[in-house]
């Protein structure tokens, strides 16, 4: 069965950093490419992050592009996602999925940007 | 960017009921559309992939049609379950974008 279980959200002031995790099981994590996706409170889906199966090219929303920074580790079965110089408008629940179509989803965890 | 226009924003219908979905996008993705269906509280589940194609385990009530610029999902028969917030996706170019959403209600 595939699981993808996030972690890393909390509560930041604008202008600092998070790193969220990913962890992935039940498929073999290294032929796939993987994806961060967001939702920000009651509003829609907004990708954020990809990249591919080997870490070798990464894709970003113009939003987050110089600021966040998504790698890969397959050794360990974990993507991750490094956010610097947060806003308050980075403020959501951010989803890990497998693949560039997203055909799996985590839970979900939940970044909140405040002072 | 590719904008992805769903209609209606929210829909109002009763169990059995059949539903439509519509997502167009302002140019043509070719067959790189999907359908995922969100629950309150809930990640995201994909129903649809390459415009038409069930996702394994969802219920065959559950259909996608359509080509070029405008795409449909088709719910045959609604069932209790099913009362929940729809979004379409394109990837056919980044930035990779999703429609606004369809929360489907129970009237």
């Known amino acids: 069965e595939v699981q993808l279980v996030e972690s890393g959200g909390s509560l930041v002031q604008p202008g600092g950093s998070l790193r969220l995790s990913c962890g992935a099981s039940g498929f073999p994590f290294i032929n796939f490419w993987m994806s961060w996706v967001r939702q920000a409170p009651g509003k829609g889906l907004e990708w954020v992050a990809n990249i591919k199966q080997d870490g070798s090219e990464t894709y970003y929303a113009d939003s987050v592009k110089g600021r966040f920074t998504i790698s890969k580790d397959n050794a360990k079965n974990l993507v991750y996602l490094q956010m610097n110089s947060l806003r308050v408008e980075d403020t959501a629940v951010y989803y890990c999925a497998r693949n560039r179509y997203f055909d799996f989803w985590g839970r979900g965890t939940l970044v909140t940007v405040s002072s | 960017d590719i904008q992805m226009t769903q209609s209606p924003s929210s829909l109002s219908a009763s169990v059995r009921d059949r539903v439509t979905i519509t997502c167009r996008a302002s140019?043509?993705?070719?067959?790189?559309l999907g359908w995922y269906q969100q629950k309150p509280g809930q990640g995201p589940q994909r129903l649809i992939y390459a415009v038409s194609n069930l996702q394994s385990g969802v219920p065959s009530r559950f259909s996608g049609s359509g080509s070029g610029t405008e795409f449909t999902l088709t719910i045959s028969s609604l069932q209790p379950e099913d009362f929940a917030t729809y979004y379409c996706l394109q990837h056919f170019r980044y930035p990779f974008t999703f429609g606004q959403g369809t929360k489907l209600e129970i009237k």
């Open positions: 140019q043509g993705i070719g067959n790189d």
